[in-house]
Structure formats: structure tokens, C-alpha cells
């Protein structure tokens, strides 16, 4: 097991609800990364953090989609008044900077249904 | 944008037969890194490249990176039916991955 946790792993929701998925990446890692992946897609990165201060943001889908990580530990993703089309599994990953390989290690997802 | 292209999108091959996928960027990388994904499964490292010309091998998997740092191979010698997931290549740049949209290899024993 790769050590990365995600919380729900399965969410189903209405439209209009919002959501809001929690990792908890491997401990002494301090670069966290929220992606999405849509089926026979690859990984579609949407942010990331190095300890508590989100370093690229620019990515996320829509002002609807927000992340935070308070303390530089366990990060939560928010979606605002989910559509259909954010039907999808997210994925969180970890890594450590400055480790000899950039290898970045991913949670199982929480695979969101919005009905 | 920065794009990354992956092609097949689907291999089928007979089991003991050989397997290639293609990664394209349309911008020069700093590093690429390899990953393979089970059916049902996330994303597993497999490998970074970093030097222009680089050739690295795990048993039966070897990877190259272009000269130009724009486009990276995989390629599986007498593939196993333990090879079957989707391989993706993540082009590195600016401190996030941008990855392909991979390929899928079946294996028929």
C-alpha cells in the first residue's frame, strides 16, 4: 500500500450539492497534488500544495472547485454545486521535494456520481 | 498549453509478443516519469528520466528519453499477462505532471 488515504472512497451526490473529499498523504511528505480522471483519461492535475501554501491553483476546472491544507498535513478538495460533468474519480497524491526521484504517490480515489 | 500525446490508445497483443507506447510533448520536458495503472487500480510509479538521450531498464520494461527532451518510449520485451493496465508517461515542467492519456495494453495468454 502506497501509505496516501482518501476519504470518502465513493461519494454519490445531486446536482446542485456541494461535496468535499479529504486526503491524508504519506507523513513526512510536504508536496500534496489533487488530480482528475475521467474514464480513458489520464490524470488531469487540478492543484497542489508544498506544506500549507497552495503553489498552483490556476488549473482548477472552475471557481467552483476549491482546496485547502490548514496545516500542512491532510488536504481537503471542495466542489461547489456539483454539475454532471463532475462525475469523475479524484485523485490525491504526495511526494517528497527534494527526494532523489520526483515519484509522486497516489491515494485509491473517491470516485464522485453526480445524479 | 502544455500537451502531452500517447499513442496507441489500445494494444492487444498475444502473450510473449513485444509492446511499444509513444510519448509526444509539444514542449521541451525537464524530467518525464512513467506510471502504470491496474483496472481498477490508481497510478504506480515506474521510472524518471531526466537526461536527454536516456535509456534506463527494469528487467523487461525499458524506457527511453529523446534527445530533445520532447519525447520518451516504453517498450516491453515477451509481454505477461501481469503487463495488462494502462501505461501513462507525465511530463514534468514547473513543479506539477502533465500526463498522457495512455495506453491500454490487454494480453492474451
Known amino acids: 500500500d502506497t501509505g496516501v488515504s482518501q476519504n470518502p472512497r465513493h461519494k454519490i451526490t445531486k446536482r446542485g450539492q456541494n461535496v468535499t473529499f479529504r486526503c491524508d498523504p504519506i507523513?513526512?511528505?510536504?508536496?500534496l497534488y489533487w488530480y482528475r480522471q475521467t474514464l480513458g483519461q489520464g490524470p488531469e492535475f487540478l492543484t497542489y500544495?508544498?506544506?500549507?501554501?497552495?503553489?498552483?491553483k490556476s488549473r482548477l476546472l472552475s471557481d467552483r472547485f476549491s482546496a485547502e491544507r490548514p496545516k500542512g498535513s491532510f488536504s481537503t478538495l471542495e466542489i461547489q454545486r456539483t454539475e454532471q460533468g463532475d462525475s469523475a474519480m479524484y485523485l490525491c497524491a504526495s511526494r517528497s521535494q527534494g527526494a532523489r526521484y520526483n515519484e509522486q504517490f497516489f491515494g485509491p480515489g473517491t470516485r464522485l456520481t453526480v445524479l | 498549453g502544455q500537451q502531452v500525446m500517447q499513442i496507441p490508445q489500445y494494444q492487444h497483443v498475444q502473450e510473449g509478443e513485444d509492446f511499444t507506447t509513444y510519448c509526444n510533448s509539444s514542449?521541451?520536458?525537464?524530467?518525464i516519469q512513467w506510471y502504470k495503472q491496474r483496472p481498477g487500480g490508481h497510478p504506480v510509479f515506474l521510472i524518471q528520466?531526466?537526461?536527454?538521450?536516456e535509456v534506463k531498464k527494469q528487467k523487461r520494461l525499458t524506457f527511453q528519453f529523446g534527445e530533445a527532451k520532447k519525447n520518451s518510449s516504453l517498450h516491453i520485451t515477451a509481454t505477461q499477462t501481469t503487463d495488462v493496465g494502462t501505461y501513462f508517461c507525465a511530463g514534468g515542467s514547473q513543479g506539477n505532471l502533465i500526463f498522457g492519456k495512455g495506453t491500454k495494453l490487454s494480453v492474451k495468454p
Open positions: 514542449t521541451t520536458l525537464s524530467n
Open positions: 507523513s513526512e511528505h510536504n508536496r
Open positions: 500544495f508544498q506544506n500549507e501554501a497552495q503553489l498552483e
Open positions: 528520466l531526466v537526461k536527454s538521450g
